[in-house]
């Protein structure tokens, strides 16, 4: 790879690249972000921690366990001073429904599914006519599904014992059809309060369990 004026040449399998001068820099930060990446080693680092009565003070990062271990020594038995302690009151809102990416992502940290597997699932689900259509990238549903979703979810609390029916009534933050293009957010069918859910597989049981839940959290309260 060489430079020729203000453009950069590289013969890649035969074949001519010309980067102009403008696209020159932002490859090259490309390639020395690539670099800094493969090139990266972790290391190792201690924290000291004085906790008392629910509070954690805790220590810069030190590299050196010796020097950490010498730190937390020369605290044992002294006196430590609160100069302030700042309260903070934080509010996270009730998540969105599921669109696949969301529900594949969810899948993936949770049981360990890969977006394959999760879309696989799905799709069986929707087969069954248990999951509404999976390959949607919709978070909402349609403003006339109000009565549907209220239905449904009273549905999977039955066929799902552990969703709870607390403060479930916020169905106006789902509702948005200028946010539904041709399929809406995957949600239960009303299948699922008749269905016997142990004739199907673990995998997509996990599926369905996480959907129905999904549902009952978008309309909660934040927390």
């Known amino acids: 790879m060489g430079i020729n004026g203000t453009r950069l040449f590289s013969t890649l399998y035969g074949k001519t690249l010309k980067v102009g001068r403008v696209q020159s820099p932002t490859l090259a930060a490309l390639v020395s972000r690539d670099s800094?990446?493969?090139?990266?080693?972790?290391?190792?680092?201690y924290t000291v921690h004085i906790i008392k009565d629910k509070l954690d003070g805790a220590s810069d990062p030190v590299k050196d366990k010796d020097t950490a271990e010498k730190?937390?020594?020369?605290?044992?038995?002294?006196?430590?001073?609160?100069?302030?302690?700042?309260?903070?009151?934080?509010?996270?809102?009730?998540?969105?429904?599921?669109?696949?990416?969301s529900l594949q992502r969810d899948a993936n940290r949770i049981f360990g599914y890969t977006a394959k597997q999760t879309l696989e699932y799905?799709?069986?689900?929707?087969?069954?006519k248990l999951l509404t259509y999976p390959r949607t990238d919709s978070r909402f549903l349609s403003d006339d599904m109000e009565e549907t979703a209220r239905r449904v979810l009273s549905?999977?609390?039955?066929?799902?014992?552990?969703?709870?029916?607390?403060?479930?009534?916020?169905?106006?933050?789902i509702l948005n059809s200028k946010k539904v293009t041709d399929h809406h957010a995957i949600i239960p069918t009303m299948e699922t309060g008749s269905a016997d859910l142990n004739t199907i597989p673990n995998?997509?049981?996990?599926?369905?369990?996480?959907?129905?839940?999904r549902l009952a959290c978008a309309v909660g309260e934040p927390h």
Do not use: H, M, W
């Open 203 to 213: 995998t997509e049981r996990n599926i369905l369990a996480l959907v129905a839940v």
């Open 36 to 45: 800094e990446i493969k090139s990266f080693k972790k290391e190792p680092f």
């Open 122 to 128: 799905t799709q069986s689900l929707y087969e069954k």
């Open 71 to 101: 730190l937390a020594l020369s605290c044992k038995g002294k006196a430590a001073t609160i100069v302030s302690v700042t309260e903070e009151e934080k509010t996270i809102a009730a998540p969105a429904l599921y669109d696949l990416t």
């Open 155 to 173: 549905t999977v609390r039955s066929a799902f014992s552990f969703i709870g029916e607390g403060g479930l009534d916020n169905y106006g933050k």
